[in-house]
């Protein structure tokens, strides 16, 4: 089975810089998705950004952006300035590209706090 | 707003009653999952259905859990003789397309006193 790591259960940021948040992933399939997902306290979880295995750039969306590292099974989310509303439990996931996959694996988190 | 929509939104039962949780997924989309997160943890994936079928089912799906879905819109997850290591948020996600992008719901908060 695919596992998620996040090695840093929590995670904190000044205002205005930026911080980058850590996946790792075992997997033995070559084509798969990665995503990071957003679960602000007591509110739903969010897409923030997904990546498609394939392809080699680096997905971005505004201010978060990943470094994908296929060989090192490596995931990162970077957040550049880092706003107050962007504290959550982040969470990296995984799912195989194969039609007849389902569902996602989820890593244990990482709790972000952003400082004022 | 048309997310995904799930109710109620917390449950305080005692341990032996039966809970039944909804689920409104996403009008267009036909793909939709049950997942359980405990605190401290990601969530684990419980069942998928894609219209009425339900496709898969994980092995923490107990035979105390149901799922159904039938008529390929909503869906209803109950527990029967509920179990205090039942407390969790239960979560329900939807999508379109194969390889589509999950939407979350807001979840349903399960206390078992």
């Known amino acids: 089975a695919q596992t998620v790591t996040q090695s840093q259960p929590e995670m904190s940021v000044q205002e205005a810089e930026t911080v980058t948040l850590s996946c790792t992933y075992d997997?033995?399939?070559?084509?798969?998705?990665l995503f990071w997902y957003k679960q602000p306290p007591s509110r739903q979880m969010i897409l923030v950004i997904r990546?498609?295995?394939?392809?080699?750039q680096n997905a971005t969306e505004n201010r978060f952006s990943v470094n994908f590292q296929k060989a090192a099974k490596s995931f990162s989310l970077k957040i550049s300035d880092s706003q107050l509303g962007d504290a959550a439990m982040y969470f990296c996931?995984?799912?195989?590209?194969?039609?007849?996959?389902?569902?996602?694996?989820f890593g244990t988190g990482t709790r972000l706090t952003v400082i004022p | 707003d048309t997310g995904v929509s799930q109710n109620p939104r917390h449950k305080i039962t005692k341990r032996g009653q039966n809970v039944t949780f909804r689920c409104d997924p996403i009008?267009?989309?036909?793909?939709l999952y049950w997942y359980r997160q405990t605190l401290g943890q990601g969530p684990e994936f419980l069942t998928y259905?894609?219209?009425?079928?339900?496709?898969?089912k994980s092995r923490l799906l107990s035979d105390r859990f149901s799922a159904e879905r039938p008529k390929g819109s909503f869906s209803t997850l109950e527990i029967q003789r509920t179990e205090q290591g039942d407390s969790a948020m239960y979560l329900c996600?939807?999508?379109?397309?194969?390889?589509?992008?999950?939407?979350f719901g807001p979840g349903t908060r399960l206390t078992v006193l």
């Open positions: 996600a939807s999508s379109g397309k194969v390889g589509d992008t999950q939407y």
């Open positions: 997997t033995s399939e070559s084509d798969y998705y």
């Open positions: 009008s267009e989309h036909n793909r």
């Open positions: 996931a995984y799912r195989s590209a194969w039609a007849g996959a389902n569902n996602l694996f």
């Open positions: 259905f894609q219209n009425e079928a339900q496709l898969e």
């Open positions: 990546q498609e295995a394939y392809k080699q």
